[in-house]
């Protein structure tokens, strides 16, 4: 909500609230990434859809059939694991156009920040 970083501790994992302003990224409800998850799936078979047809389109009419499935698999497998993080954001996005947050949605930060403070030097 602030823009603070990190919010992500791998590619595949989110902070559970924002190390700067302490946002709960998880909203605090069972199943809330399921949106997410179905925002990842619209865009994985749709970049399937556009790859299979334009395969298809740019070789007819001797369409390589295997070679296209295989690639096409391969698109299926690939795209979600790219899109991933960008999909949790793009979905916390769209929730909080809909639902601003409220005072229990912020709170001091559950986990550190991977950036660590600087401690002033001494001596």
Do not use: Q
Not at 17 to 35: A, I, K, N, Q, T
Not at 43 to 54: D, G, K, L, N, R
Request: hydrophobic content about 45%; charged content about 15%.
């Amino acid at each position: 909500m602030c823009g603070g970083r990190p919010i992500f501790l791998s590619w595949f994992k989110l902070c559970a609230s924002c190390p700067v302003c302490g946002f709960h990224l998880d909203r605090d409800e069972p199943g809330y990434w399921l949106g997410s998850y179905t925002i990842n799936l619209f865009v994985t078979e749709t970049a399937f859809a556009v790859f299979f047809v334009a395969g298809m389109f740019v070789t007819w009419p001797n369409v390589p059939w295997n070679p296209l499935l295989y690639l096409s698999a391969l698109v299926n497998i690939v795209v979600p694991f790219l899109i991933f993080p960008h999909t949790k954001t793009f979905y916390l996005a769209i929730d909080l156009a809909f639902r601003p947050p409220e005072p229990p949605d912020l709170a001091t930060p559950a986990e550190p920040s991977l950036v660590t403070p600087r401690r002033p030097k001494s001596g």
